[in-house]
């Protein structure tokens, strides 16, 4: 079973304007290892600027996050990834010229075939790891619904499949901590539950934690086991879902008061 109070991602009094703007605002929030937790808040709440923070995407202008014990606000983005949070964006980024599998290929971390002289002198094992990258990427190609697309042009994809690529790219990497900007967004109306089905599996079997924006409020209430509320680029309330579906600070919100 998974331990649901051991905080993976702690981030606290997040600040970011853009110039007159307070996007982000002194805003808290925690994950717990393990858990599905979400993300919410009308448009303009200043969640994907709070996702670009916790990422180092962009930089806090005041702010500490703490992922699994260890400050990282000053690493860059894809030492952040390297060391287990990983993160998509709203609006898919593909390398349209690549394959669909190139493009899972290419997300995978530290191949032995990165490095040169590891190709040269062990071409068999350089060969070997090419092979298991590969049949990890059709298995995640298969679970987000992209098996028969593998060989096609990225660019070929439709905006919500996009999405689920990106989705697989990120489980390529065998994060701790996946942080989800509206999975579900553009994605198929039929899809959407298999996606969220494959949440729950790579959360209850691979231990994989996730942080997810979502508009989606069937998905959220499914899936999360916390769910933190941002307006205006503050913290709203947290708790569990069904706590929030009621509170009415939230629903005020929602509705614009
Ligand atoms: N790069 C940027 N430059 C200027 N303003 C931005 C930028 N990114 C976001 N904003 C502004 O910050 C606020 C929060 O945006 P965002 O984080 O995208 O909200 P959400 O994802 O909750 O819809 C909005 O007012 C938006 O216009
Ligand atoms: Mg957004």
Redesign the pocket.
Known sequence: MVNNSVPLLVATGLCKS??G?K??YEANIEVNKGSITGLI????????????LLSNF?RPDKGRVIFDGEPIQHLQSYQIAQQGLVRTF?VARTLSRLSVLDNMLLAAQKQTGENFWQVQLQPHIVAKEEKQLQERAMVLLESVGLAKKAYDYAGSLSGGQRKLLEMGRALMTNPKLILL?EPAAGVNPRLIDDICDRIVAWNRQEGMTFLI?EHNMDVIMSLCDRVWV?AE?QNLADGPPAQIQTNQKVLEAYLGK
Not at 41 to 52: Q, S
């Open positions: 853009f110039g703007i996007a982000v808040g009308p448009n303009g709440a200043g969640k994907t600027t709070l996702f670009n962009i709203q900007d924006i941002l680029g």
